[in-house]
């Protein structure tokens, strides 16, 4: 035993040393007492474009998911539950219990997918209530602090911020708001960090999320599955338009996706945590190609029944019976109310809910609810959905009971249902879509909270002759930066002035270094000069199993310090400018780095 005396001794019980010996003291003593006493945890998985179909347990016998299968065999099914028709909004459903446009959210890019920052989130909620909170994987609602996860409510976060990302292995990422290297298969990495973060929090309550960005395009995935995939025949097809290669990708992706939720819920029960942990699978939208989906029309982006229906499997062993079925019609927007009902997390401060609570539901107090209207929306169309029928963005009325294909208007037979259907759509729209102008929010640098700030090309404007590397904005990089009258520029606002320091992410090739540049902000300038290369190549396809479509290809990019700037506060254009051009360009550029070194 280590002798401590005098001042020394004194210290160490006021330090945290003591007290978190004390803590894990205590924490043996008690044991498995302390664990189930606790208020139950909450996994949540969101998977990326993928559909409904996409789940042997739905009846896809292209493929095999029996760990994400088990979770509704072992708890409830949802047979007609809704998201939106991509990804940004689904996520800002989820998150605040409120449709997508009354948060801010519009697009999947360009700062259109911001959630507002006056919402409040289910992570907030938890945070609020003593759990520990942590995110892995794609975000996608926002990047600049407070719009990052990190200003959301989560205690960690490690992944993406983007809505898509160019590379899925070893890709550049980062980890509590700074940049690192990913290791290895994205997917597999993400869920690394997720059971670490179970194993480092089995003694508090954790609020676990987990939003895969797979199987999302680009579509690539390890040998180990796609060598299963790579010569199978389909027995399920998705129609004439179908590609098959791209659905086999989709579909090993999904399997790589089954084998992570299967190896947190092996450390979920290997830690004795499997009886009071709440475990949600869903998607975000309907399947990104066309594949086999059960029948249903539409895909992603669309607002009929196979652009917005996702399965929705929760497990709660200490609660909810096994092989549970609800019928009743669900959406995203109920799962921040029906997971704080569930926990008894009080939903302090939240702005009124679009979402209501299925717990009832769940916990067989009741089989239904009143009768209610979903809607969803995209691109400024808008469908409705009521337990019976669908009115679509044309207005025309379908009986889905009848008809799931959507293949026979039903408008004569029930002409009353489609006029009440085509108010509330009315209604709606004014209420919902028509309430906010244009958008207006610049991008946030410096808060006081978080002096580092990315500025990603994805938030920023190409003028004259820069163009993005692809058509997609979210993992582009500004290139043919070829002229002194070229601009790029971000509308931010500096929350806090203070000298700060900016970094180029760049490549240039050895024939065009030299060339000088400057930063602008507010009348105050900084000057820069490209004197070293960096010509990384532009790399991803060598992984792709099927050729990309709107993604960009990916570089290693290289920070280039430009030095220090004096930033006031107040808003207006950060923009980079040529002054002399000796090459054919300046340079490549993925993002501005800004770091805050002091503050007045």
């Known amino acids: 035993m280590v002798r401590v005396s005098g001042v020394r001794w004194q210290s160490w019980l006021r330090s945290r040393t003591f007290w978190g010996w004390l803590t894990g003291v205590i924490l043996v003593a008690v044991g498995p007492w302390a664990v189930a006493s606790q208020p139950p945890n909450v996994v949540v998985f969101l998977t990326d474009d993928q559909g409904w179909g996409d789940l042997s347990i739905n009846g896809n016998s292209n493929l095999s998911t029996p760990r994400i299968d088990s979770l509704g065999l072992e708890g409830a099914r949802f047979d007609r539950f809704f998201v939106c028709p991509v990804c940004s909004p689904t996520r800002a459903e989820f998150l605040t219990g409120r449709y997508h446009p009354r948060g801010g959210v519009y697009s999947t890019s360009t700062g259109g997918e911001r959630l507002d920052l006056d919402e409040r989130t289910i992570a907030q909620l938890f945070k609020a209530a003593g759990y520990r909170t942590g995110a892995f994987g794609k975000w996608h609602n926002g990047s600049q602090y407070p719009y990052h996860p990190l200003g959301r409510g989560f205690d960690e976060y490690y992944g993406f911020t983007s809505g898509h990302w160019g590379d899925y292995f070893w890709p550049p990422l980062e980890e509590n708001g700074q940049p690192v290297q990913g290791q290895g298969f994205i997917a597999d990495d993400l869920t690394d960090h997720a059971i670490e973060f179970i194993e480092h929090n089995q003694r508090r309550p954790f609020f676990l999320y987990v939003p895969y960005n797979t199987p999302h395009s680009p579509m690539q995935v390890p040998d180990r599955w796609w060598d299963n995939f790579r010569s199978r025949e389909l027995k399920l097809k998705g129609g004439p338009k179908e590609d098959e290669d791209f659905t086999r990708a989709a579909l090993a992706m999904v399997e790589n996706v089954d084998w992570n939720v299967g190896r947190v819920l092996d450390k979920l029960k290997q830690l004795a945590l499997s009886d009071n942990t709440i475990v949600i699978f869903f998607c975000d939208n309907g399947p990104n190609s066309n594949r086999w989906n059960g029948g249903m029309k539409g895909r992603k982006g669309s607002t009929d029944e196979g652009g917005v229906r996702s399965p929705l499997l929760v497990r ?67 469908s409705a959905r009521t337990q019976r029928f669908r009115l679509d963005d044309q207005g025309r009325l379908y009986d889905m009971q009848q008809d799931p294909a959507q293949e026979k208007d039903a408008t004569g037979s029930f002409p009353e249902v489609a006029q009440e259907l085509s108010r509330q759509v009315s209604a709606w729209r004014r209420d919902v879509l028509q309430s906010r102008g244009p958008d207006h929010r610049p991008f946030p640098v410096g808060h006081k909270d978080f002096n580092f700030t990315q500025l990603p090309a994805r938030d920023g404007r190409p003028q004259g002759n820069v163009k993005r590397s692809a058509k997609a904005p979210n993992c582009s990089y500004f290139t043919n930066w070829t002229s002194p009258a070229d601009r790029i520029t971000w509308s931010i606002e500096v929350l806090e002035s203070g000298t700060y320091e900016i970094q180029i992410l760049y490549a240039c090739p050895q024939r065009d270094t030299g060339a000088t540049y400057e930063v602008q902000f507010g009348g105050q300038r900084l000057k820069g000069r490209v004197s070293q290369p960096h010509d990384p190549p532009a790399r991803g396809s060598e992984h792709d199993r099927v050729p990309r479509d709107t993604e960009s290809l990916v570089k290693d990019f290289k920070p280039l310090t430009v030095g220090t700037i004096e930033l006031q506060q107040g808003q207006g254009e950060l923009s980079l400018q040529a002054l002399e051009i000796p090459g054919q360009q300046v340079m490549e550029v993925r993002a501005v780095h800004v770091r805050r070194v002091t503050s007045p």
């Open 316 to 382: 709660w062993p200490q609660r909810i019976a096994a092989g549970k079925s609800v019928a009743h019609i669900t959406g995203a927007i109920d799962l921040l109310p029906t997971l704080c009902e569930l926990t008894g997390v009080p939903m302090a401060g939240v702005q009124p809910l679009d979402g209501r609570s299925a717990a009832p539901l769940l916990l067989g107090q009741t089989d239904t609810l009143p009768e209610r209207t979903l809607f969803s929306t995209w691109n400024g169309k808008v």
